[in-house]
């Protein structure tokens, strides 16, 4: 199985790391976002990569090169331009070698298991979607009816909402939806979700996290330091 990773984001407001490196090779518990990724992905024997790199992708040439340091085999598709997420994955069309592939948001942690969405990559579905459950950003306090404090939650998850993990298994006869411009989300998901074609598999009790400002960089930092994130 081949695995796509966006790793051309600009990541402006984790500047200023973002000015000399690429958003996917900021530094989390020692090593970049995307080694980490390589290392989880592996343990369940994704071992084909292709980097879809564009802003300082030279950086993340630099420091992989082919993958062997790490067991596995990398290559490149760069952007020359922004292309948006979907046509970045347009632009590597010819490299992808598998009947399935997977596509990752080159910023985000996790330790979920990706091959259960394979399970539902069934006959007349076109792709999965992971998702997680949505963290409230603040806070709850529960209230009695007679206005009495019953409880404090530090931002616990929302569990009647759900939102896209940043990692999808496709089918590859799905390329044919992606534009040569665009993105994934807003240009490709809602058709095949209109023709039945994206299914959704629902996440619980994993870690996971997007690293979009430098609050949830400390974050992630911390859930290593305490053993929150842990690669099964």
């Given amino acids: 199985m081949n695995a796509l990773i966006l790793a051309g984001g600009l990541g402006k407001r984790l500047r200023p ?4 490196i ?17 290392e989880w992905l592996k343990k369940y024997d994704v071992r084909d990569f292709i980097f879809l790199i564009g802003h300082l992708g030279e950086e ?8 062997s340091k790490w067991g596995v085999h990398i290559l490149y598709s760069k952007e020359e331009e922004p292309l948006g997420t979907a046509g970045a994955v347009k632009k590597a069309e010819k490299l992808i070698s598998e009947e ?27 792709g999965v979607l992971a998702l997680v459950p949505l963290k409230s950003p603040y806070g709850i306090v529960d209230l009695s009816k007679d206005g009495f404090i019953l409880k404090f939650r530090e931002k616990p998850l929302i569990n009647d909402y759900w939102i896209n993990a940043g990692v999808l298994l496709f089918k590859t006869d799905v390329l044919k939806y992606f534009p ?24 619980t009790g994993v870690y996971w996290k997007s690293i979009d400002s430098h609050k949830d960089l400390e974050e992630a930092n911390e859930a290593l330091k305490s053993g929150e994130l842990a690669f099964r």
Avoid at 29 to 38: A, F, M, N, R, T
Avoid at 60 to 67: D, K, P, T
Avoid at 101 to 125: A, Y
Wanted: charged content about 25%; overall charge negative.
């Fill in 60 to 67: 993340i040439e630099r420091y992989f090169g082919n993958g």
């Fill in 180 to 203: 040569t411009r665009g993105n994934y989300e807003t240009d490709v998901l809602p058709i095949l979700a209109e023709e039945r074609k994206l299914k959704g598999y629902g996440y």
């Fill in 100 to 126: 399935e592939f997977l596509l990752i948001n080159g910023d985000i942690i996790t330790n979920l298991n990706p091959l259960i969405l394979s399970k539902e990559l069934t006959q007349g579905i076109e």
């Fill in 22 to 38: 690429p958003k996917p090779m900021i530094n989390v518990g020692g090593k970049p976002i995307l080694e980490w990724q390589v």
């Fill in 17 to 20: 790391y973002t000015d000399k």
